[in-house]
């Protein structure tokens, strides 16, 4: 049996008439982020932040199966008010908000990425500090009802798996992008990222409406 929270969300999956036009600037935003850097050639930075976008879609599906195999409740979810509930963890406002974080991360790091701080690499060093920020942000939106938690090893109790399943890969995987020598080599990593993600949408979504 769903939680009251899986239900609320459900009611609102996919739903048009829940659109808001404040997504059209939004989508400008990101848009007018992703172009500022392309047109400075900034690839990496670019790739980077694709990569990390790719890395929440890939959470996003795995938490839609939890629902669909359990029945119970997804890992997370967000049944509060939004202009467009793409998953059930998922509104549009909050995968903008992901396709331009790993855009934003990369500008605190160091040019060399060898430089350490506090005895950490760096890179590590700011995947773990953003890992904990975005962790203590899921505290707030949770408390706030806009994004629901209904299993006990996932909740505010065992921040643990959050940071180490919610958030640490994201950065890991988009500064081993954002550092690769070779931009055909970021390029083959994301495009392989976003079209496993593509296929998973496709299949388990549009064919199998699992998700």
């Given amino acids: 049996m769903p939680t009251r929270s899986a239900l609320q969300a459900l009611a609102i999956l996919r739903d048009p008439s829940q659109f808001q036009w404040y997504v059209i600037p939004f989508l400008l935003i990101v848009l007018y982020i992703y172009?500022?850097?392309i047109g400075k050639k900034n690839w990496s930075r670019v790739l980077a932040g694709l990569a990390l976008w790719g890395m929440?879609?890939?959470n996003e599906i795995w938490n839609g199966l939890v629902f669909h195999f359990t029945n119970y409740a997804p890992v997370w979810g967000e049944p509060s008010k939004t202009a467009y509930l793409i998953l059930i963890g998922l509104n549009i406002e909050t995968c903008f908000m992901?396709?331009?974080m790993g855009i934003a991360a990369t500008y605190l790091l160091p040019e060399d990425k060898h430089t350490k701080i506090l005895?950490?690499?760096n890179r590590m060093f700011f995947a773990v500090g953003f890992s904990i920020t975005s962790v203590i942000v899921e505290y707030v939106l949770h408390a706030a009802g806009a994004l629901t938690w209904d299993y006990s090893w996932w909740n505010v109790r065992a921040p643990w798996l959050i940071f180490l399943i919610g958030y640490l890969p994201f950065f890991v995987v988009s500064f081993w992008v954002y550092d690769m020598k070779s931009v055909k080599n970021k390029v083959i990593t994301v495009s392989a990222l976003l079209g496993f993600d593509l296929v998973c949408l496709?299949?388990?979504?549009?064919?199998l409406k699992w998700i």
Avoid: C, H, K, S
């Avoid at 496709?202 to 064919?207: D, E, K, P, S, Y």
């Fill in 202 to 207: 496709v299949v388990l979504g549009a064919v």
């Fill in 98 to 100: 992901f396709a331009i």
């Fill in 35 to 37: 172009f500022v850097e």
């Fill in 56 to 58: 929440d879609w890939f």
């Fill in 119 to 121: 005895g950490m690499p």
